[in-house]
């Protein structure tokens, strides 16, 4: 971990907060506390390196003066050198913050960074799916399919919740029944190894459709996530319908997995994009049944409700959450949120 020391008392504004995943980079001003303005999304394949992507976003919003910055990235954060896990971006953080003339930039995976925004959601934010009410002060997971399967969590302390940094997301994916085992063979011939973002992603749900028309005979056709999901709800395709009932049981597996390892009975957090875009046919999905099918332990989950976030730019609220308590030193441990390069008090 690489981690020097920043300004103790600073309240520069604006500030720069952004959310980048695998294909698109997200960015934003922040002009005082939790205030996001000037959101702009940005293909990440339009831009060579992140200090092009990032100079064009300051570009747009009329270059102001930065001194402070926030990136939540969609990859894991060991120290200075940062090789994205699904994008060919490779940076040093201290370097990058150099090139840009910043005095802080701190980097945090982008599933903490979902998972600090939690604490700055309201009740309109939210749709719940089953369960009742949250325990409160107990430990809260967050977990969404995406580019990726993002996973986090929230613990509670005497300081304020506490974000986890973690790859859930990679975890080896075990079957539920018989229909689960083929496709993991399928995925296993193809991969070897398989994770639960093998399925549960955008790609994922590409591949849950290819093994199933495999084993059907069915030939085989290249479906995009959004096809799979407009011919499933229009009902126009059988195959696309079980894809997709297939795809969120196997979220209720996982989600279930990671509330019973967190003793998650504050609230299971769904974000990412994949969702939303079909929230209705999601609350009568297998995904709640799913999920509390645990044998000894249904009722410890029928208990726990789940909440699907609908707040667009969750990551840029929680980047934002984070450069604030690096700059006022509430995280004392830096490593806990990810990587910070700034310069040393003078």
Avoid at 73 to 99: K, Y
Avoid at 167 to 181: K, L, Q, W, Y
Avoid at 196 to 213: D, M, P, T, Y
């Amino acid at each position: 971990m690489s981690t020097t020391q920043t300004k103790t008392v600073v309240a520069e504004w604006p500030r720069l907060v952004a959310d980048i995943g695998g294909t698109n980079a997200r960015f934003a001003l922040e002009t005082s506390p939790q205030k996001i303005e000037k959101i702009e999304v940005l293909p990440c394949n339009d831009y060579d390196t992140v200090v092009d992507a990032i100079r064009e976003y300051l570009k747009r919003a009329g270059n102001p003066k930065i001194s402070h910055a926030a990136i939540a990235i969609a990859n894991p954060i060991l120290g200075d050198w940062v090789q994205m896990t699904n994008h060919h971006w490779a940076f040093s953080i201290e370097t990058t913050r150099q090139s840009l003339g910043f005095e802080t930039l701190i980097l945090l995976n982008d599933f903490t960074a979902q998972a600090l925004a939690i604490t700055q959601l309201g009740a309109e934010d939210l749709v719940q799916i089953g369960g009742s009410k949250p325990v409160e002060n107990a430990p809260k997971a967050v977990i969404g399919p995406g580019t990726g399967l993002g996973v986090s969590g929230l613990i509670p302390s005497n300081a304020g919740w506490v974000p986890l940094a973690g790859e859930g997301g990679h975890v080896s994916f075990s079957p539920f029944d018989d229909a689960e085992s083929m496709i993991w063979q399928y995925a296993k011939k193809k991969y070897g190894h398989v994770s639960a973002e093998r399925f549960l992603s955008g790609a994922g749900l590409s591949l849950i459709h290819e093994a199933l028309s495999a084993k059907e005979g069915v030939k085989r056709q290249k479906m995009t996530p959004a096809e799979i999901s407009e011919q499933a709800l229009s009902g126009s395709s059988p195959l696309c319908r079980l894809t997709l009932d297939i795809f969120c049981a196997m979220l209720g597996t996982v989600s279930s997995n990671l509330a019973l390892t967190l003793g998650a009975s504050g609230g299971v957090y769904l974000c990412g994009g994949i969702i939303p875009r079909f929230i209705d046919y999601f609350k009568n999905s297998p995904f709640r049944t799913r999920f509390e099918s645990k044998g000894r332990f249904d009722a410890y989950l029928a208990a726990i409700p789940v909440y699907i976030v609908l707040g667009k730019y969750p990551g840029i609220s929680g980047a934002a959450v984070a450069l604030s308590n690096h700059l006022q030193g509430a995280c004392n441990n830096t490593a806990a949120l990810g990587g910070a390069a700034g310069k040393k008090d003078k």
